[in-house]
């Protein structure tokens, strides 16, 4: 079947089959900062926004995605806020091994536009799905929290 | 889907059926069935309800990127043991509407074997009660090991839910009956508690479950009633 996804803007085509997630489709376009982790909903590394709001793609299947918006890492290229997400991740030393960091600047990124003032206590709870295989929560929570000190 | 491997031949997108709503409507909170969780904890009168209890609960919920994505109607049609929410919702007194069984209260929908039908949408009573939600977790990001929800209304009526035993929540009737005439909370959550059956999963034993029963139950007493 044929779906139409606006993914960072660009307005696609996609032939996908009908039990595929979006997960897949997008790995199989080439988004390759999308990672394939659990893929049962719960490790938060396939984060992507689907009209602005993070989702987890392995569990989102790629038909029900017709005609939604779709962002990825690669989208956000130029936004300043990711530089500045990103920025705050690197001097903090928050990313070891990298593999969770598109999920987590992506919910990060959400978090932003939702919440204004967040506590430290709605930091955690919003970003309770993004788990880190190297367990870097520490510089992970220390880099946010000076991300938003700085925004603020 | 994630959580079996059981092949689906058949899958109706339910997204355009306009099923995606919540409102007040005869003194009910309605939510439409296909309403993300996402988009209930981000609704004014859902924030506003039951003095942010239920807000509470929802953001309790396992993680932001699924509740933007499951469904209330696919949170509750599957009557999962686990489900936190279908703990609260019985003690709100909630009703159901499905499309082919038409309306009824949440507490019999649970017993029923309905299997093929639509939930339309739920029919919380927009009753002036005060809530309590606890839950038992290893730790915030897990399903709760055992969860209860209590809540009161102006003239005392209590309702008391327990779930997550492993099985899906059901009503402490006895103990609801035993509030209209006694006042002693320690034997209400005693009687709660010896009235339901619990079993041992993954999770936890049975008896660890009988034994943080009646605690959870009195601490939603206490904090109802303060």
Known sequence: MKIILTINNVKREVEISPSEFLLDVLRRLDYMSVKKGCDTGTCGVCTVLMDGKPVLSCSVLAASADGHEITTIEGLENDPEFKAISNALLEEGADQCGFCSPGLILNVYAMKKELKNPSEEDMKKYLVGNLCRCTGYVPQMRAIKKYFEVKA | ?226
């Open chain 2, 1 to 226: 889907m994630r959580l079996s491997s059981r092949k689906i031949d058949l899958a109706i997108d339910l997204q355009d059926a306009g099923l995606n709503y919540v409102k007040i409507e005869s003194d009910e909170l309605k939510i439409g069935g296909a309403t993300t969780l996402g988009e209930i904890e981000r609704n004014e009168i859902i924030k506003a309800a039951f003095n942010g209890e239920l807000i509470k609960t929802l953001q309790a919920i396992w993680s932001v990127q699924l509740r933007n994505i499951a469904t209330i109607g696919g949170t509750i049609f599957p009557r999962l043991g686990f489900s936190d929410l279908i703990t609260v919702l019985l003690a709100l007194n909630t009703d159901v509407v499905l499309y082919n069984n038409g309306r009824m209260p949440l507490e019999v929908f649970l017993e029923e074997k309905i299997r093929k039908d639509i939930l339309v949408e739920l029919a919380i009573k927009k009753e002036n009660r005060k809530l309590s939600f606890q839950y038992m977790r290893n730790s915030f990001y897990d399903f709760s090991i055992l969860n209860t929800a209590v809540s009161v209304d102006e003239n005392k009526d209590f309702r008391i839910a327990i779930g997550a035993r492993p099985a899906v929540a059901s009503l402490a009737k006895k103990a609801m009956n035993y509030l209209k005439e006694n006042d002693n909370i320690e034997e209400a959550a005693k009687i709660a508690a010896e009235e339901m059956t619990f079993g041992s999963n993954i999770k936890g034993s049975k008896e660890y479950r009988e034994m943080i029963a009646p605690v959870l139950v009195r601490r939603g007493l206490e904090e109802v009633l303060r």
